[in-house]
């Protein structure tokens, strides 16, 4: 797609969360089951790893037709190593490239990555300069309010704008903040008030009808945590019984199960089953052995025992 995909698609824009560990190509086609319009991201990809063309990282890029748009989610702070990753991405088919600002996680900021980036903004904007110039995708940017506080957002976004970036989604929390509060999308208000480019928010939005009541002046919303388990979260009615939602968890065993073969994914979905059937009366049960499930059969068995 042209460098005009942020802003031509419908508003308000609803997207799948880069989450790594869960947003694999299985996951994703199982959620644009329910929505086939909503923009989807990949796991994110270290560019260091995709510089030295590492086939692990080159994996979790990997992607079906049914998925675009999608976008390829990566992070460093080696702007070569951003060259390369942003031209190989070109290559894949993929419809954008979003940069890793804002993960939380203590081993990416030790490393300087993600949220890190925060804390020298030159760098970030030197960085986005740097793939915008070398591949003719969309560059999008995900960060958070800031290191401890909102204070530079707007100055933040502002040089994320000029650096050449198309859209910036931003986490309503701090570094600090980590996952605890409420996520604050008042500073994100502000920033859309001040930026030309698109912005999306994220955090804490628990299904379309949040996302809607949350979106304020924003070009859309991004749900994440809230989808795992839960893909119909992206749906306008949600499925009235467990029953309805069977055939899903199905497919995204068997989407699963075609992506990374028979032993990977019955090891893989057995986090998912947990979160599929969190909240069902007599679950408790049946976890025990949903943690063992060794075939798509049996785990059919045992959800048909929960309906």
Not at 72 to 77: N, S, V
Not at 94 to 117: R, T, W, Y
Not at 201 to 221: E, T, V
Request: glycine letters at 8%; one cysteine or more.
């Amino acid at each position: 797609m042209p460098h005009s995909l942020w802003a031509n698609l419908p508003r308000p824009v609803i997207c799948l969360a880069p989450m790594d560990g869960y947003t694999d190509s299985a996951f994703r086609r199982t959620c644009k089951t329910v929505n086939r319009n909503i923009v989807v991201f990949t796991e994110f990809v270290s560019a260091d790893g995709l510089h030295h063309k590492a086939k692990k990282l080159q994996e979790k890029l990997r992607f079906h037709n049914q998925e675009h748009p999608i976008i390829a989610q990566i992070f460093g702070k080696n702007a070569e190593s951003y060259i390369t990753a942003a031209k190989y991405c070109e290559t894949l088919g993929f419809d954008g490239i979003d940069i890793n600002m804002g993960c939380p996680s203590k081993k990416v900021v030790k490393s300087e990555h993600g949220v890190a980036l925060r804390k020298k903004p030159d760098l970030a904007y030197r960085l986005i300069e740097s793939i915008s110039t070398a591949t003719k995708l969309p560059i999008s940017v995900k960060t958070r309010l800031g290191w401890d506080s909102a204070d530079d957002l707007i100055t933040f976004g502002k040089g994320v704008e000029n650096a050449g970036a198309q859209l910036i989604t931003v986490h309503g929390r701090t570094y600090k903040q980590g996952f605890s509060d409420h996520a604050d999308f008042n500073p994100l208000y502000a920033l859309k008030r001040e930026l030309t480019i698109p912005v999306i928010g994220n955090g804490d939005i628990a299904d379309m009808s949040d996302g809607m009541k949350k979106l304020g002046n924003l070009d859309g919303f991004m749900i994440g945590r809230a989808s795992i388990g839960n893909p119909w979260v992206f749906a306008k009615l949600h499925p009235a019984n467990f029953s309805d939602k069977i055939a899903l968890i199905l497919k995204h065993a068997e989407l699963l199960w075609q992506l990374k073969g028979e032993k990977v994914a019955m090891l893989e979905i057995r986090k998912h089953l947990l979160a599929y059937v969190k909240g069902l009366p007599n679950a408790s049960e049946y976890r025990s052995k949903l943690v063992q499930v060794t075939s798509i059969n049996e785990i059919h068995g045992i959800l048909k025992a929960l309906e």
